[in-house]
């Protein structure tokens, strides 16, 4: 029976060792191509393309295809002057939001700037305790309902465990307070919270969407 499933074993490991190296592979290749141009990403922002920015996301419409759950941002140490992700680090567990927060803090030049936006457990759990009936039953132009669930208590769930993007759901919610943590421990020197479009980096207004659930967050290395 052992020696039966040897063979599986050992496909599957040639196959975790082949995926690897096609990664590394592909890492060379783009640092290659891309060489020192590169001063400016955004991090998961599917088929938004901002000016002067590399987009990274795990789909193929990115600027640069890298799965965030698994591997680390292919950048050197200190390489990058601003990183700007919205709407996003709560589709990854805390564990690995927390690497992931780690990883820019090493790319970023002494001085870069990283700005998150995200949605902010204050906020939307304030709209539930007061019944906001307006905001949770907003409609999209197609009349399609804007969150998910038929009521206010599903959709209010729904920021900790729905909105499927790319394959994943939501897996974790944070307000101000408990992302600043993380900021902080990583290394960042200032860690604040910005007004919506408020911002060292210029071009913000290309950059922050979404004020009404969103808080953001503004960190100096």
Known sequence: MTKRKQPQKIRKTASRIIGWGKYCIFRVKQSTRLGADIRRINLCGGQIHIPGYLNIDIGHSADLPVDLSKRNLPFDDESIEVVVCMSAINYFTYT?????????????????????????????????????????????????????????????????YGYESGGSTCKYFFDFDSLAFLFHKAGFVIVEKSAFQSSRISGVTQIDNRSEQMFFLEAVK
Do not use: C
């Open 96 to 160: 690995r939001a927390a690497e992931i927060i780690r990883e820019v803090h090493r790319v970023l030049q002494r001085g870069g700037i990283a700005r998150f936006g995200v949605q902010d457990l204050e906020t939307i759990a304030a709209r539930y305790l007061n019944k906001d009936r307006e905001f949770f039953f907003q409609k999209l132009p197609d009349g399609r309902d804007r969150f998910e669930g038929p009521t206010i208590g599903d959709k209010f769930a729904a920021w900790f």
